[in-house]
């Protein structure tokens, strides 16, 4: 009995390891494709090698004075108008002229505590009645000097809103890098809706339209992101994680969504249908004063709109913000979800400053804080090739 126990064991060996070992070889497979899956290990720098016999051959150490004659073989595509290498740098070359290395394919920035090299940079905040911008101090979210305003001009053009971009630049004498918000989904510079601008904005690259008007360097991004970004590194959201939701209420009703500090871009969740109207019909500043509301009645608006959001998404935070979250107080009885519900320390300056704070992140003059964004990557028009001067 013993030995054909021991027979029959023997025999089942192989197919057993088979089994096991595919088991391995599956899971090793999934832990490859999602690195998500692998298990966390330690991180311990590598050793060097020891020879199994003392009288072993070491490898002949290179001497540093001795640099490698070896070239450097670009791996640039040529032909792709985004992609464009570096220049190299000569003895006459200072590093502030060496313009920025940018991955023409990142899609997230992650933000760091790095310190700048270029702390100051112009905001310009587009909104459907205003435009607005300032110099932004990108290390402490201050601004420099007082903001300068314009009205929207009525059609909002592309000609039109930029003669007004390249007005607020001249007004600070500005020859540096910009950053600027649109009220619009944008994608690598380009506008993609066109809710409250002139619906010739669909598919105009802004970002080039505004470098042409001004001759400098642009970054542009959908506006309520940019207001998040400067909430989540300087706000209400400095030091908060999980799911966080930041709602400008104005001309309509933006948002920016965070998710551990990430941002997800352009989520434009002002268009969501409540009882078959967008949300901003409903619960937009501009709402409120167009048809007389008091403060109460319109903040049941807004907390019907918020309760969409709660069941959506789930939220640890939510951000009140826009020009309105300075009167917070007048309609928060109204307000009454379970999630916790703030509102925005920067009022209206959380668009400039987010501006310009996105800016400095992403053409690598300041890498930021703690989130991470997303602007897309510089345009054709080779915004990521200009140096960017001192302001």
């Known amino acids: 009995m013993i030995w054909f126990l021991t027979v029959a064991g023997l025999w089942r060996a192989p197919a057993l390891g088979r089994i096991l070992g595919g088991k391995w070889r599956w899971h090793a497979k999934l832990e490859e494709d999602d690195p998500a ?21 070491q490898p002949a150490a290179v001497p540093e004075s001795e640099p490698s004659t070896e070239p450097i073989v670009s791996t640039v595509n040529e032909s792709d108008p985004v992609a464009r290498p570096v220049p190299e740098a000569d003895d006459e070359q200072s590093p502030q002229d060496v313009p920025a290395a940018v991955d023409p394919d990142l899609e997230r920035i992650l933000l760091t505590t790095a310190p700048p090299s270029e702390p100051v940079v112009l905001g310009i905040d587009i909104g459907g009645t205003g435009i607005k911008g300032a110099p932004v101090n990108v290390t402490t979210g201050a601004l420099t000097a007082d903001r300068f305003r314009l009205a929207t001009p009525q059609p909002a053009t592309p000609e039109a809103i ?11 004498e500005w020859t540096g890098l910009v950053g600027c918000t ?7 510079g380009v506008v993609c809706t066109a809710a409250n601008v002139d619906p010739s904005w669909i598919g105009v690259d802004g970002q080039t339209v505004f470098e042409r008007a001004t001759g400098c360097p642009f970054v542009v991004l959908n506006d309520a992101d940019a207001a998040g970004i400067a909430e989540m590194e300087f706000g209400a959201g400095a030091d908060e994680y999980g ?28 268009h969501l249908e ?95 804080g703690s989130a991470t964004l997303a602007v897309g990557a510089p345009s054709a028009s080779g915004s990521a090739d200009h140096t960017v001067p001192q302001p």
């Open 37 to 57: 899956r692998a298990p966390l290990a330690t991180h311990r720098p590598e050793e060097p090698a020891v020879p199994d016999h003392p009288d072993q051959a």
């Open 162 to 172: 930029a003669a007004a971009v390249a007005e607020i630049v001249r007004h600070f």
């Open 182 to 188: 649109f009220p619009a989904v944008v994608k690598r």
């Open 243 to 270: 799911v966080v939701i930041v709602v400008t209420l104005g001309t309509g009703i933006g948002s920016a969504l965070f998710v551990d500090r990430r941002l997800v871009p352009n989520t434009e969740l002002g």
């Open 274 to 368: 409540i009882r078959g109207k967008d949300a901003e019909r409903r619960a937009s500043e501009r709402t409120r004063e167009r048809k007389g509301w008091g403060w109460r009645r319109w903040g049941s608006h807004v907390n019907e709109y918020l309760q969409v959001l709660e069941r959506l998404f789930s939220p640890d935070l939510i951000i009140i913000g826009g020009g309105v979250s300075r009167k917070w107080e007048k309609f928060v009885a109204s307000v009454t979800v379970e999630t916790r519900v703030v509102p925005a320390t920067l009022l209206n300056d959380a668009g400039i400053v987010g501006a310009a704070r996105a800016a400095s992140a992403f053409l690598g003059s300041h890498p930021v």
